[in-house]
């Protein structure tokens, strides 16, 4: 007798099938949408390499979480851009700097959107690297951990809901966990960019942000794109430290690398769809080569497929929008 032929079509037939076998979800309230807030900022000014993402000025913050309410997207991660930067980097840290007011803003006017701080110098040091530099411009470690648990804890007492270090100096959540329980801040939670590549993907980012190094590159502090264990044990790291949910950034050219960090640990775990991601997308749908709604979606969803609790992204709104429709 001929083996009956499995056919895997019998449940491709309808929509309602597919939906009823669906294995993973993406809904507005798995993402989170990154904000470029500039201190100084009279009105929102475009980003030329991000269409449709612009940094904003501290009155705009109202109108955004509003939009971000009625889209169902729970939470924001806010990066700062000051009016002056200097070799430290004290803008990071300091209790009027635009990520803390930023913060408090949101806070008292929305309780209940969840305000992610990023947490790193690059965007406040004149050389627009993650720490301070020693005489050959290399990236002082344990010398930054200072200044970091420094802007962590000036970011919780401001509000912050979730403080998020992007720096990947060594020891860096151990020290801000120490940091934010010593000024009685041991609710506040820490993301940790565990498993952050040295990546071409955060270009666009660097433009927005104004934090491309002046000299050099990160390849010092981040992780090489061709190393998957690596990043994993970094990873365990920072969880040994007191991370309370890690991440992979960027996402796309990393997938495997969610994989591998999901199955190594059972921590809430964020994948960041990177400015350059984003920026590829826009470009091909722009240029009539993509859809955009549709790559967008299967992008946000591969990544979730991939192990991602969470997804960061540039495309949030979008998404939320279509997902809703
Ligand atoms: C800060 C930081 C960067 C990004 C997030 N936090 C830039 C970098 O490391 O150079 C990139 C985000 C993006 O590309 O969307 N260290």
């Not at 934090?211 to 264990?229: E, F, I, L, T």
């Given at each position: 007798?001929?083996?009956?032929?499995t056919?895997?079509?019998?449940?491709?037939r309808?929509?309602?099938?597919?939906d009823?076998v669906?294995?993973?979800?993406?809904?507005?309230g798995d993402l989170?949408?990154p904000?470029?807030?500039?201190a100084g900022?009279t009105a929102?000014?475009?980003?030329a390499?991000m269409?449709?993402?612009?940094?904003?000025?501290?009155?705009?913050l109202?109108?955004?979480?509003?939009?971000l309410?009625?889209l169902?997207?729970p939470?924001?991660l806010?990066?700062?851009i000051?009016?002056?930067?200097?070799?430290?980097?004290?803008?990071?840290?300091?209790?009027?700097?635009v990520?803390?007011?930023?913060?408090?803003r949101l806070?008292a006017?929305?309780?209940?959107?969840?305000v992610?701080t990023d947490l790193?110098?690059?965007?406040?040091t004149?050389?627009g690297?993650?720490?301070?530099?020693?005489?050959?411009?290399?990236?002082?470690?344990?010398?930054?951990l200072?200044?970091l648990?420094?802007t962590?804890?000036?970011?919780?007492?401001?509000g912050?809901d979730?403080?998020?270090?992007?720096?990947?100096?060594?020891g860096?959540?151990?020290?801000?966990?120490a940091?934010?329980d010593?000024?009685?801040r041991?609710?506040?939670?820490?993301l940790?960019?565990?498993?952050?590549?040295a990546?071409a993907f955060?270009?666009?980012f660097r433009d927005?942000a104004?934090s491309?190094?002046?000299a050099g590159?990160?390849?010092?502090?981040?992780v090489?794109a061709?190393?998957?264990?690596?990043?994993?044990?970094?990873?365990?790291?920072?969880?040994?430290e007191?991370?309370?949910?890690?991440?992979?950034?960027?996402?796309?050219?990393y997938?495997?690398?969610?994989?591998?960090?999901?199955?190594a640990t059972?921590?809430?775990l964020?994948?960041?769809?990177?400015?350059?991601?984003?920026?590829?997308?826009?470009a091909?749908?722009?240029?009539?080569?993509?859809?955009?709604?549709?790559?967008?979606l299967?992008?946000?969803?591969?990544?979730?497929?991939?192990?991602a609790?969470?997804?960061?992204?540039?495309?949030?709104k979008?998404?939320?929008?279509?997902?809703?429709?």
């Amino acid at each position: 007798m001929a083996f009956p032929v499995t056919r895997p079509r019998r449940l491709r037939r309808t929509a309602a099938l597919r939906d009823l076998v669906r294995e993973t979800t993406l809904a507005p309230g798995d993402l989170v949408l990154p904000l470029f807030v500039e201190a100084g900022l009279t009105a929102a000014a475009p980003v030329a390499s991000m269409p449709g993402v612009s940094r904003l000025p501290l009155d705009a913050l109202d109108a955004e979480a509003r939009e971000l309410e009625e889209l169902g997207i729970p939470a924001v991660l806010l990066f700062g851009i000051p009016q002056a930067k200097d070799a430290s980097g004290s803008g990071a840290w300091a209790d009027d700097g635009v990520v803390q007011e930023a913060t408090r803003r949101l806070k008292a006017a929305h309780p209940e959107l969840l305000v992610i701080t990023d947490l790193c110098l690059c965007e406040y040091t004149s050389h627009g690297h993650c720490g301070l530099l020693d005489e050959h411009g290399a990236v002082r470690n344990d010398a930054t951990l200072d200044l970091l648990a420094r802007t962590a804890v000036s970011q919780a007492r401001a509000g912050a809901d979730i403080i998020a270090p992007s720096d990947m100096m060594d020891g860096r959540v151990g020290a801000i966990r120490a940091a934010l329980d010593g000024d009685g801040r041991e609710e506040t939670p820490i993301l940790s960019y565990s498993a952050k590549f040295a990546s071409a993907f955060y270009g666009p980012f660097r433009d927005a942000a104004g934090s491309a190094p002046a000299a050099g590159d990160r390849r010092g502090y981040q992780v090489d794109a061709a190393n998957a264990r690596e990043a994993v044990r970094e990873t365990l790291l920072d969880i040994e430290e007191g991370a309370d949910m890690v991440m992979v950034k960027p996402a796309l050219a990393y997938l495997d690398v969610i994989r591998r960090i999901r199955e190594a640990t059972d921590l809430p775990l964020a994948a960041y769809n990177v400015s350059g991601e984003y920026a590829m997308v826009k470009a091909a749908a722009h240029a009539g080569w993509l859809d955009e709604q549709a790559t967008v979606l299967e992008t946000l969803t591969a990544i979730r497929r991939a192990g991602a609790d969470i997804v960061i992204s540039y495309h949030a709104k979008d998404a939320a929008r279509w997902l809703q429709t």
